[in-house]
C-alpha cells in the first residue's frame, strides 16, 4: 500500500527548462493537491483538482499547469522554471473535502 | 479570507518535559476543522491531531492534547513527556467545511521544535 507517491524526489533544473512532477495514489482518492513550501512559508496551494478531468488555481498557481487525466494521477507542469520556483512541492490527496489529507514525502526542485 | 498564525517560529523543550506551541486563526465561518501537522526532517507531513469546531471537548492523542478556544480563534498543541523523536516542524492548519478551495488546507508558518537531552 503505498499512499502517494510522488516522483521524482529531487531535481535540478536551468532557467527556462520545463519538467512534470507526477502525483500517483492508490486510494481511490477524489481529492488531490500540490503544494509548495518554501522557508518561512509554510505551505501554500498551488493548483487542485476534486475528480478526474477536472483542475483548479489554488493560492498561487502563476507559473504550473496541472492534468489530471487519470483519477489516480496528478500531474504538475511547469513550462518556462525561473528561480522563484526553486521550492519543495507536496502533493495530498483525500476521499473527500472533509477526510484525512494524505501527504507524499515531497520533491526537491532548484532552478538555476 | 483565512489566516493562520503561529508566532513562534522556533521553541525548545527538555526532554520529559511538556511544551506548548500557539496557534490563532482568523475566520467568519463557524464550522471549521483545525489541524497540528508534524514535519520531521525526512519532510513527510504526519497529521498529528485534529479538532472539529463543532466539538467543545478538546482532542488527545496519546501525549499530544489540544486547547481550542473558539471564541478566541486559538488552538495550542501541548506535548507532554517530550521525547527526542518530538524535535520537528510543526505546522497549524485550517481547513473549512464549506465553500473556499474544496477541502483545502491554510498551514501557519510553522514552529521548529527542539528536544534538548
Known amino acids: 500500500n503505498a499512499g502517494v507517491t510522488q516522483t521524482p524526489k529531487f531535481r535540478v533544473l536551468k532557467t527556462g527548462q520545463s519538467m512534470t512532477l507526477l502525483c500517483a495514489q492508490d486510494m481511490n482518492h477524489e481529492y488531490m493537491y500540490w503544494y509548495r513550501q518554501d522557508p518561512g512559508m509554510g505551505l501554500r496551494l498551488i493548483h487542485y483538482?476534486?475528480?478526474?478531468?477536472?483542475?483548479a488555481k489554488g493560492e498561487v498557481p502563476d507559473g504550473y499547469n496541472v492534468s489530471r487525466l487519470k483519477k489516480q494521477n496528478f500531474l504538475l507542469g511547469l513550462e518556462s522554471a525561473a528561480p522563484s520556483q526553486t521550492s519543495v512541492y507536496f502533493c495530498a490527496s483525500s476521499l473527500g473535502r472533509t477526510e484525512k489529507l494524505f501527504f507524499g514525502s515531497g520533491t526537491q526542485l532548484s532552478v538555476l | 479570507a483565512q489566516t493562520v498564525t503561529q508566532s513562534q517560529p522556533e521553541m525548545s523543550v527538555q526532554e520529559a518535559e511538556t511544551v506548548t506551541l500557539s496557534c490563532t486563526y482568523d475566520?467568519?465561518?463557524?464550522?471549521?476543522?483545525l489541524f497540528w501537522y508534524k514535519q520531521p526532517p525526512s519532510r513527510q507531513m504526519i497529521l498529528v491531531i485534529r479538532q472539529e469546531a463543532y466539538k467543545q471537548q478538546n482532542a488527545t492523542e496519546n501525549r499530544f492534547s489540544v486547547n481550542f478556544q473558539k471564541a478566541a480563534k486559538s488552538f495550542s498543541l501541548k506535548i507532554s513527556d517530550s521525547q527526542l523523536g518530538d524535535a520537528a516542524m510543526y505546522f497549524c492548519?485550517?481547513?473549512?467545511?464549506?465553500?473556499?478551495?474544496?477541502?483545502?488546507?491554510?498551514f501557519g508558518k510553522g514552529t521548529k521544535l527542539s528536544v534538548k537531552p
Open positions: 483538482s476534486v475528480g478526474e478531468g477536472t483542475t
Open positions: 492548519a485550517y481547513r473549512r467545511v464549506y465553500g473556499g478551495s474544496q477541502g483545502n488546507l491554510i
Open positions: 475566520t467568519s465561518e463557524s464550522d471549521y476543522y
